[in-house]
């Protein structure tokens, strides 16, 4: 499979435009076909789970992507993996979800409402009373692989009290509480996002948590033109330093722990000897890739973040579960800007890579269940007809309508950047794309529906997987059947072996 791969990858670079014959295709069916063959079930149990979740990386969104980075032919690091699947993402009450309900889909095993974090569908937006009841509080399986004895960690590039990430470890009636100043009157019963992921289980319990969101966790957060305050965003102002408070914790307790604030310091850790590790690198979300610092001052890479988490994690004899987002591509789509998008997906392909490249050596490959998908899909478009080889981010042809080009990339909604038309004598004329730099990072594409930003895609997401029963992905399933065979896989949850007889889970059939 690997020399298939490599074989691909090569070959792509190396016959450019040029016209391939017959047997060419033939050849490369025939590899393909090699390499399927080859293909097992593997059924070891899943001693430790990595789930990549690229945050509205949709199925065009990879299609792009790919296309931006090697080519029509080539893969990016995730479409190599052995299995597949597909994921229907519509929300209990919704036909296209946010990122709270498919998140607590993925790591609960149910699907919820709206904008709702590891509650039950019987829990309303806003029904802080009905969020306390025991039993609508879902349990994520973080907290499964806790109870196992296992690691775990939460790696994202957004805050680390946004949807995706708090989803594994809070329960909120409104996925807007991230911090005590957002809670309204009615709510005061119940504890902030940030509040829960640093008192409660599982949350006080990660080994790793690294990504933004300082002014969620610390009252009288400063402010620096690389780091502004995020006015827009929640922001603490009880007084309380939740960093400081889970750092005294740990040192309470005797723990090797490490609060890193940059690169450096990140980089600097010895993973050998730190078991905790909280990395909060920006108040707000983290930087875009493509304007991050990336010098040692800077905020570290997502392959960097990961790459650390990973060291800390493996040491544990009795395996880790481990997730990491790729969060900031759903916001660089919500922007318009399809190459801000783009770019996140390079960056979430860098982890993966050096994520596979860390299991292989360490000689734990086969024993890791890897699954790498999407919460949610946005509107991206692809439209014709391009030559091959043509920049992705570039024209796809010209209207025979109005004669003016139009772009290969394009959104079904969008905000004013991606508006692209005006009114000239009267009449409604499509601004010409042919006359700007539709490669550029700041480009919106263009949209025939001005929303104030662009929405969610209720399309299907693919799931990819390798690993210990990876191929129980194989058809189109639920969102929450990803958390089945996470647990599953791993023998936690209700497939956990009875442990001194404290627990008995029903076997599955």
Request: aromatic share 8%; net charge negative; charged share 20%.
């Given at each position: ?23 060419f ?34 199925p ?31 929300a ?10 498919t ?9 919820t409402?709206m ?66 100043s957002?809670l ?10 940030a ?12 080994n ?67 078991d ?38 493996m ?79 570039g024209l ?9 080009p ?11 950047d ?91 059939p």
């Amino acid at each position: 499979m690997f020399s298939f791969l490599v074989y691909l990858i090569g070959l792509n670079a190396a016959v450019g435009l040029e016209v391939l014959d017959q047997n060419f295709w033939r050849h490369v069916a025939i590899e393909d076909l090699k390499a399927s063959l080859q293909v097992h079930h593997n059924m070891r149990t899943a001693k430790n789970v990595i789930i990549f979740v690229g945050d509205g990386m949709g199925p065009n969104t990879i299609t792009a992507s790919r296309i931006h980075m090697g080519g029509e032919s080539s893969y990016v690091a995730w479409e190599r993996f052995p299995h597949m699947g597909a994921i229907k993402t519509y929300a209990a009450d919704r036909q296209v979800p946010d990122s709270a309900n498919t998140a607590t889909a993925l790591f609960t095993g149910i699907k919820t409402n709206m904008g709702m974090l590891s509650v039950d569908p019987s829990v309303k937006l806003n029904d802080c009373e009905g969020s306390l009841i025991e039993e609508n509080r879902l349990i994520s399986v973080a907290q499964l692989a806790q109870d196992e004895g296992k690691s775990t960690g939460i790696v994202t590039t957004t805050r680390i009290t946004d949807a995706t990430p708090a989803a594994m470890y809070s329960h909120s009636a409104n996925r807007a509480w991230e911090c005590d100043s957002k809670l309204p009157p009615e709510a005061q019963r119940c504890k902030d996002i940030a509040r829960q992921l640093i008192e409660n289980v599982p949350g006080k319990h990660f080994n790793v948590i690294m990504g933004g969101g300082r002014q969620q966790l610390k009252a009288n957060s400063s402010s620096s033109p690389g780091d502004p305050i995020e006015t827009g965003s929640c922001t603490r102002t009880d007084g309380r330093d939740l960093i400081a408070e889970w750092a005294k914790e740990k040192q309470s307790q005797g723990l090797n722990y490490a609060v890193p604030t940059n690169t450096k310091t990140l980089l600097e850790v010895n993973t050998d000897d730190t078991d905790y590790l909280l990395g909060i690198f920006s108040n707000d979300h983290l930087p875009f890739d493509y304007v991050r610092n990336k010098l040692e001052d800077g905020v570290p890479s997502l392959e960097q973040m990961t790459t650390t988490a990973l060291k800390i994690l493996m040491k544990n004899k009795e395996g880790f579960l481990l997730m990491v987002e790729g969060g900031r591509i759903d916001h660089g789509h919500h922007a318009g800007k399809a190459r801000v998008a783009i770019n996140e997906v390079v960056e979430l392909n860098k982890a993966i890579n050096s994520t596979m490249s860390m299991l292989h050596s360490a000689g734990i490959k086969d024993d890791t269940l890897v699954i790498v998908t999407s919460d949610h899909a946005h509107t991206l478009t692809i439209s014709g007809y391009a030559e091959r080889g043509n920049n992705i981010l570039g024209l796809a042809g010209t209207s025979l309508i109005d004669g003016i080009p139009y772009t290969t990339l394009g959104y079904a909604n969008g905000g004013k950047d991606n508006y692209h038309y005006k009114v000239v004598d009267g009449k409604v004329v499509r601004e010409d794309p042919s006359e700007v730099d539709t490669t550029s990072y700041e480009y919106g594409a263009q949209a025939p529906v001005l929303v104030d930003l662009e929405t969610h895609g209720g399309n299907d997401v693919f799931v990819y997987a390798t690993g210990p029963y990876a191929h129980l992905f194989h058809h189109l399933h639920e969102q929450n059947y990803i958390a089945e065979v996470i647990k599953y896989a791993s023998k936690i949850g209700e497939f956990s072996p009875i442990r001194n007889g404290a627990r008995k889970y029903e076997k599955c059939p």
